[in-house]
């Protein structure tokens, strides 16, 4: 039987990831993260077991899973500390990403499974897949010869509250919205971030651009990125004051902005470079600050004219710095990259759902 030796680097990773488990059991997590690594087909439990040669004690595997499942938490930071130390040491801000990607799975007794909005729906067309859904926080870097990657940190999955009583009272699943789960995945890796004195930027979608999940991350410090809705409801800055008056200063202005009436104004556009799905394109944009309720005050707006028409996106850093580029390129990065790989990723946490029932899962 062939036997292969890991270097020496990935038996210090594997090793770092199996402190966080219990002391009589941290020694099959290597096993079979080499399984994980080498299996190929359907990236399922079973293929990472036969992969490592542990069809013979399969069963002990499956056992061994739930409590990789139930400390989820603690392996998802020793992830970001191992990519904060190898990756990002030299980067003084960190882009992560967030968003929410449905697994489809099949038959009744799926713990946790339930009918989702499928984005991607394909040639049948169906706008709603059978499934789990796994709310996803990724890490964004750039390698110098694979353009942008998302490493998966968290994945946690999201029960609708109707299909919350059909899960079994021992696992006291506890109902959350994506915005809350979202929020919380923040806040975990935030607390590390902020310890390492890194700047945090999130970029997500427009469905995540409601207050639920913005306050909370503002009241972290963490600056965000993300589409805005062409029917917003923005307004314009308070007028100065000239005279102190009592009461509480102003946040928002008096009149109402119209974004489509601002992407059509042909004043203020100015042609920007940036890289958008690893190519550089120029684009032409426009940028001016307004106030929101959602957010709280004042945040940065900025049109993009498109083909298929304007674009708008948002950034609570209201600095100069925090130019039109960078914000198209990480909306552009986190579209491209951090969907795709929070999807596969969430495949291979999804196959742990049977031995561990509707509990979340770590990126190892």
Known sequence: MACYRAP????????????????????????????????????????????AGLSADYQDYYFFLQSVGQRWQELGRRVLLLVLGRV??????????????PTKRFGPKV????????????????????GHIWVTLAVIVRHPWWGTIGLPIFSWLYVRRQDVPKIPKRHRWVFQT????????????????????????????????????????????????????????LRDLPPREKRTRRGPKRKYGPNRISLRKRAAHR??????????????????????????????????VVIVQEATGP??????????????????????????????????????????CGTCGPTSACGT
């Open 88 to 101: 990002l040491k030299d980067q003084q801000r960190v882009l992560l990403a967030i968003d929410d990607s």
């Open 8 to 51: 020496r680097e990935w038996e210090d990773w594997s090793e770092w990831l199996a402190a966080g488990l219990h002391g009589r059991s941290r020694w099959r997590l290597p096993v079979l993260m080499m399984g994980l690594l080498f299996a190929g087909g359907r990236r399922v439990v079973a293929s990472w077991i036969r992969t």
């Open 311 to 352: 674009q708008f996106f948002y950034c609570t850093d209201r600095r100069p710095a925090c130019t039109r580029s960078s914000r198209r390129s990480q909306t552009a990065q986190r579209s491209n990259k951090s969907s795709t790989t929070s999807r596969r990723f969430g495949e291979a946490a999804n196959s742990r």
């Open 178 to 233: 994506k915005l809350q789960q979202a929020a919380n995945l923040v806040l975990m890796a935030a607390e590390i971030l902020y310890c390492a004195g890194k700047q945090v930027w999130v970029v997500v979608d427009g469905a995540y651009a409601k207050r639920p999940f913005v306050r909370p991350a503002m009241e972290l410090g963490v600056t965000l990125v993300g589409r805005l809705r062409k029917d917003s409801a």
């Open 111 to 130: 713990e946790g499974a339930g009918l989702h909005h499928d984005p991607t729906p394909g040639p049948p067309g169906h706008p709603f897949c059978y």
């Open 267 to 300: 004043g203020g556009w100015k042609e920007v470079g940036c890289t958008v799905y690893g190519v550089e394109v120029t684009k032409c944009a426009k940028t001016f600050l307004a106030t929101h309720r959602t957010f709280g005050g004042v945040i940065r």
